[in-house]
C-alpha cells in the first residue's frame, strides 16, 4: 500500500476477514513488522488467492490501514472523506442498503452499548469503490475500544471486522468467524438482504458486549 496513516503506539487492532468461499476456516496469527514506527501488530485470517489482497485493498481498505498490513501489487487504498457525512453518525451507509428508519435504529442501538459497556460500534456499509475508505480513522476516532464493522458483499461473505485490542481481550475470536458465517454468508443476505445481515450482526454485537466476561460469554451467536 502506497500510504498508511499511523496509530498511536499503544494500539493493537486484529483484523478478522471471511473467505467468500468457506463458511468457516481456521485462523493463525501473524506478528508483522515495518520499519516505520507503526504499534505491533497481528492478523487472523488465512487466505492465499489474490483475492485477499484485493478485497484488503478495496473493500476492506480500512481493514489494511487499522493493521498497518502492506499489500502486495502496490494496490493503494481509498480515501474519499468526501463521502463521509458531515454530522457525526455511528452507521455510514454509502451502499444504500439501510432505510433511514434502520440507519435510526441502529445508531441508538450503538449509542446504548457504548453507554452500558463502553465498547464503541461503527458500521460501514459499501460497495467497493464506493466507500470513505481510510477517512473513517479520524472521522469515528478509532481506538483500541472499538468495533469497525464493515457490510460489503463484494466478494461474498458481506460481514468484515476490524476488533481493537482491549475488546479482543474480552470477546472470543471465535465469535466473531461464527457471526460472519451465520449472518454474513452469500445464501442469508442474498434471501433476506443486505440490510437484515446488518441489523442481525448489529444486535448480535450487542447482546455479546452486555454478556459477562467468562469462559462461555458470546458462546452463540443470538
Same mark, same amino acid.
Given at each position: 500500500?502506497?500510504?498508511?496513516?499511523?496509530?498511536?503506539?499503544? !494500539?493493537?487492532?486484529?483484523?478478522? /476477514?471471511?473467505?467468500?468461499?468457506?463458511?468457516?476456516?481456521?485462523?493463525?496469527?501473524?506478528?508483522?513488522?515495518?520499519?516505520?514506527?507503526?504499534?505491533? !501488530? $497481528?492478523?487472523? $485470517?488465512?487466505? $492465499?488467492?489474490?483475492?485477499?489482497?484485493?478485497?484488503?485493498?478495496?473493500?476492506?481498505?480500512?481493514?489494511?490501514?487499522?493493521?498497518?498490513?502492506?499489500?502486495?501489487?502496490?494496490?493503494?487504498?481509498?480515501?474519499?472523506?468526501?463521502?463521509?457525512?458531515?454530522?457525526?453518525?455511528?452507521?455510514?451507509?454509502?451502499?444504500?442498503?439501510?432505510?433511514?428508519?434502520?440507519?435510526?435504529?441502529?445508531?441508538?442501538?450503538?449509542?446504548?452499548?457504548?453507554?452500558?459497556?463502553?465498547?464503541?460500534?461503527?458500521?460501514?456499509?459499501?460497495?467497493?469503490?464506493?466507500?470513505?475508505?481510510?477517512?473513517?480513522?479520524?472521522?469515528?476516532?478509532?481506538?483500541?475500544?472499538?468495533?469497525?464493522?464493515?457490510?460489503?458483499?463484494?466478494?461474498?461473505?458481506?460481514?468484515?471486522?476490524?476488533?481493537?485490542?482491549?475488546?479482543?481481550?474480552?470477546?472470543?475470536?471465535?465469535?466473531?468467524?461464527?457471526?460472519?458465517?451465520?449472518?454474513?454468508?452469500?445464501?442469508?443476505?442474498?434471501?433476506?438482504?443486505?440490510?437484515?445481515?446488518?441489523?442481525?450482526?448489529?444486535?448480535?454485537?450487542?447482546? /455479546?458486549?452486555?454478556?459477562?466476561?467468562?469462559?462461555?460469554? /458470546? $458462546?452463540?451467536?443470538?
Amino acid at each position: 500500500m502506497a500510504s498508511l496513516f499511523h496509530l498511536p503506539s499503544s !494500539l493493537t487492532f486484529r483484523k478478522i /476477514c471471511h473467505s467468500p468461499i468457506k463458511a468457516s476456516h481456521s485462523h493463525s496469527r501473524i506478528s508483522v513488522k515495518n520499519e516505520n514506527p507503526l504499534p505491533k !501488530l $497481528s492478523k487472523i $485470517s488465512e487466505f $492465499s488467492s489474490k483475492t485477499l489482497n484485493f478485497l484488503l485493498s478495496g473493500s476492506l481498505a480500512l481493514a489494511v490501514s487499522l493493521t498497518g498490513v502492506g499489500i502486495a501489487e502496490g494496490k493503494v487504498g481509498v480515501n474519499k472523506p468526501e463521502l463521509l457525512p458531515k454530522e457525526f453518525t455511528p452507521v455510514i451507509d454509502v451502499a444504500g442498503f439501510l432505510s433511514d428508519g434502520q440507519e435510526k435504529r441502529l445508531a441508538q442501538e450503538i449509542t446504548d452499548i457504548e453507554k452500558d459497556t463502553g465498547f464503541k460500534l461503527r458500521v460501514l456499509a459499501q460497495n467497493y469503490p464506493d466507500t470513505p475508505g481510510l477517512a473513517i480513522k479520524d472521522y469515528w476516532q478509532v481506538d483500541d475500544r472499538t468495533i469497525v464493522f464493515v457490510a460489503d458483499p463484494t466478494f461474498g461473505n458481506i460481514l468484515n471486522f476490524n476488533v481493537g485490542a482491549t475488546v479482543d481481550l474480552d470477546i472470543p475470536r471465535s465469535f466473531w468467524s461464527r457471526l460472519a458465517g451465520t449472518y454474513g454468508n452469500m445464501f442469508y443476505w442474498k434471501e433476506k438482504g443486505e440490510d437484515a445481515s446488518i441489523e442481525a450482526a448489529v444486535m448480535a454485537i450487542s447482546s /455479546c458486549l452486555r454478556e459477562p466476561v467468562g469462559p462461555n460469554n /458470546c $458462546s452463540e451467536v443470538k
